[in-house]
């Protein structure tokens, strides 16, 4: 079975931890914690789970004033706590891909996971192959590559790193790589070595089932449940820096 491996120090797992909540990534629904527990549905996965909080993890790579119109003021970091964290965090992101022997292409899937494989691709100087959602399996999670380039990135790549930013049972990954395989996507599972998380909240069942011998790396290794009630382990620990949120995400 494949190990979920936490690939950077301790201290900076922790480090990358509190920082996307300092600034307010995890976002609970606007009536999930008052007094009669009355907890609201604010999202529901690909496979049919809801869910009533939500952990943002590309928070961090939005231009400042987005995310000031996001986050309450009094949830609110300054700009510069905002920019440290966000280089924090993708510092931490470029390091787990040293784990790789010459990657040479990364992706990841819309619009999170791709967002930060986009930046690594930039950052590191490799080829990026982008994707956006099909619906040729109507009910189920399934991409094709956004261009032309994309296909020829995607047909030119050696070694290839998935890139995504929160994880629970991987559908979307798992989506990409197994949903479709028109369009050359089965290369994509052919030519994929490893895939690396910025945040694995859950067991990631769907892709592990998939390929037991897949790599997964992961900056954080810290389960949330989805259904957060008062008396969950994470909610005590970390409740206070939740942000509600007025609607659904």
């Known amino acids: 079975m494949a190990e979920i ?17 300092y600034i307010g990534s995890w976002q609970i629904g606007p009536n999930s914690l008052t007094e009669n527990w009355d907890f609201e549905t604010i999202t529901t ?27 309450p003021d009094d949830r609110r970091v300054s700009e510069k706590e905002f920019l440290d964290a966000r280089e924090l965090v993708l510092d931490a992101h470029d390091q787990m891909l040293d784990l790789i022997d010459e990657p040479d292409t990364v992706w ?20 990026a192959v982008l994707l956006e959602k099909d619906d040729i399996r109507p009910g ?23 890139s995504e930013d929160a994880g629970s049972l991987a559908a979307s990954p798992y989506g990409a790589m197994y949903g479709s395989d028109h369009n050359g996507l089965s290369l994509l599972r052919e030519k994929t070595v490893a895939l ?23 900056l954080v290794h810290e389960p949330i449940p989805e ?19 007025q609607a659904k995400l």
């Open 5 to 21: 491996k936490e690939a950077v120090a301790h201290e900076t797992s922790i480090a990358v931890r509190d920082r996307i909540l």
């Open 45 to 71: 996965f690909a496979w049919g789970g809801k869910a009533n909080n939500k952990l943002v993890v590309d928070l961090v790579l939005e231009p400042y004033a987005e995310y000031a119109k996001v986050v």
């Open 227 to 245: 259904q957060i009630r008062r008396e969950d382990e994470f909610f005590r620990r970390f409740g206070h820096l939740a942000v509600r949120v």
């Open 196 to 218: 690396q998380y910025i945040w694995v909240r859950g067991p990631l069942t769907r892709i592990i089932e998939a390929d037991p011998s897949l790599p997964i790396h992961t």
């Open 140 to 162: 189920q999670k399934t991409y094709k590559p956004h261009d032309m380039i994309d296909v020829a990135n995607l047909m030119n790549a050696r070694v290839m790193v998935g």
């Open 108 to 127: 990841g899937v819309p619009t999170g996971g791709q967002s930060f494989a986009f930046l690594r691709a930039r950052r590191r100087h490799l080829a």
